[in-house]
């Protein structure tokens, strides 16, 4: 079992930044890929990034490319998403979430351990 706990979120006006973390226990996170998606109300939870086991390579959604920056911190058992340029379209609760090793880590069905969530807000 995986625990997975986000912390980072917020209030920020629209062009401002967040970094997100997800802090991991009961087991190391070097052999999950790493994974942060979005649920606004009413709507289906979507992935905004993710990072392999290995570190490498990366993968966003379109909307958010270049402007956020998912990076993992094995030694410290901890995934972050820098959020720069924030649009009030962000605004949701932000969830981090497990991939096991040699899953299809790009796709959400991969993802095995979910977090709680962290809201994000971003006024306008």
């Known amino acids: 079992q995986v625990q997975l706990v986000e912390s980072g979120g917020g209030l920020v006006q629209a062009g401002g930044s967040l970094r997100l973390s997800c802090a991991a226990s009961?087991?190391?996170?070097?052999?999950?890929?790493m994974g942060w998606f979005r649920q606004a109300p009413g709507k289906e939870r979507e992935f905004r990034a993710a990072?392999?086991?290995?570190?490498?390579?990366?993968s966003y959604t379109d909307s958010v490319k270049g402007r956020f920056t998912i990076s993992r911190d094995d030694a410290k058992n901890t995934v972050y998403l820098q959020m720069n340029s924030l649009e009030p379209e962000d605004t949701a609760v932000y969830f981090c979430?497990?991939?096991?090793?040699?899953?299809?880590?790009?796709?959400?069905?991969?993802?095995?351990?979910w977090g709680q969530g962290t809201q994000v807000t971003v006024s306008s």
């Open positions: 979430a497990a991939a096991p090793y040699g899953s299809a880590w790009t796709l959400r069905n991969a993802y095995v351990y």
């Open positions: 009961g087991r190391t996170i070097s052999s999950y890929a």
């Open positions: 990072i392999r086991w290995s570190g490498y390579p990366t």
